[in-house]
C-alpha cells in the first residue's frame, strides 16, 4: 500500500479521554489521543486485549462519545450533532466490519448487503444491482443467493465486508476481522481491504492482533496505557 499525506485528514480527533466509572473509582481508558486519517489510507492499530482498541473505534464509529475530546470527519463536528442527525450521520458516511460477521442466518449473502440499503430509502432495484456488483468484485458471484450457513469464514467476512462498504462511507472501521479466519483466509482478506482502499479511496482504521495485517497498512499505531503511539 502506497502512504498517505494526512496534511488535510478525513478523520482528526483530538484530546480523546474516556474514563469509566467502576464503583468509587474511575477508569481511564483512553488518554489524549491525538489521531488524524486520510482518504484511502490504511491504519493499523494494535495492543493486547482491554487496553483500549474497541473503546477508540467506538468513539471514531460515533457509537460512543468520549469524556473529553474533539472529533470531526469530512470537516463535520460530529460530537455537536443531536442524535438523530449522528445517527444519520453514521448511516451515510461510516461503515463497520467486525471479528463475527454479524449476518442475519436467514437471509441470502445478497439479500444480507442489501438490508443496510433499503433502510437508508434508496431505491430496491438499484441497491440490489449494486450489491450484487461489490459481491462479484470480491469473488461471491457464484455464492449470491447462498445464506450465512451455506458459506465458509472467510466468504462471510467478504460479505460483512461487502455491506459495510455498500453505502459508499466515507470510513470503514475494523474489529479484529481476521481474528476468526484461518492464515491463507486471513491474508486474502487483507489483500481486499488493501484494494478496496485505493478503488474506493476510503479509509480503512483497524484493531488488530495481526502482526501480517499490521504489516500491510499504511502506518501502525500502537495502544498502551491508555496511550495511543503512531
Known amino acids: 500500500m502506497v502512504g498517505c499525506d494526512v496534511t488535510q485528514p478525513l478523520v482528526e480527533a483530538r484530546g480523546i479521554r474516556k474514563v469509566f466509572r467502576t464503583g468509587e473509582e474511575d477508569l ?29 473505534l467506538h468513539i471514531l464509529g460515533t457509537l460512543d462519545r468520549p469524556t473529553v475530546g474533539t472529533l470531526s470527519i469530512d470537516a463535520v463536528d460530529v460530537l455537536a450533532l443531536g442524535e438523530a442527525d449522528l445517527a444519520n450521520f453514521r448511516n451515510r458516511h461510516i461503515g463497520f466490519v467486525f471479528q463475527f460477521h454479524h449476518l442475519l442466518p436467514e437471509f441470502t449473502a445478497l439479500e444480507n448487503v442489501v438490508l443496510p440499503v433499503m433502510i437508508s430509502g434508496r431505491d430496491a432495484a438499484q441497491a440490489k444491482d449494486e450489491a450484487a456488483e461489490l459481491l462479484c468484485r470480491v469473488g461471491l458471484d457464484r455464492r449470491l443467493s447462498h445464506r450465512p450457513g451455506e458459506l465458509s469464514g472467510g466468504e462471510c467476512q467478504r460479505v460483512a465486508m461487502v455491506r459495510a462498504l455498500v453505502m459508499r462511507p466515507l470510513i470503514v472501521l475494523a474489529d479484529e476481522p481476521s481474528g476468526n479466519l484461518d492464515a491463507a483466509t486471513s491474508a486474502e ?28 497498512a499504511d502506518r501502525t499505531g500502537y495502544i498502551e496505557a491508555g496511550l495511543l503511539h503512531l
Open 28 to 56: 481511564e481508558v483512553l488518554k489524549n489521543i491525538d489521531l488524524q486519517v486520510a482518504s484511502g489510507e490504511v491504519l493499523a492499530i494494535m495492543g493486547t486485549s482491554g487496553v483500549g482498541k474497541s473503546t477508540l
Open 189 to 216: 482478506l487483507h489483500d481486499l481491504i488493501g484494494e478496496l482502499a485505493q478503488t474506493y479511496n476510503q479509509a480503512f482504521v483497524i484493531m488488530t492482533h495481526d502482526q501480517n495485517l499490521a504489516d500491510r
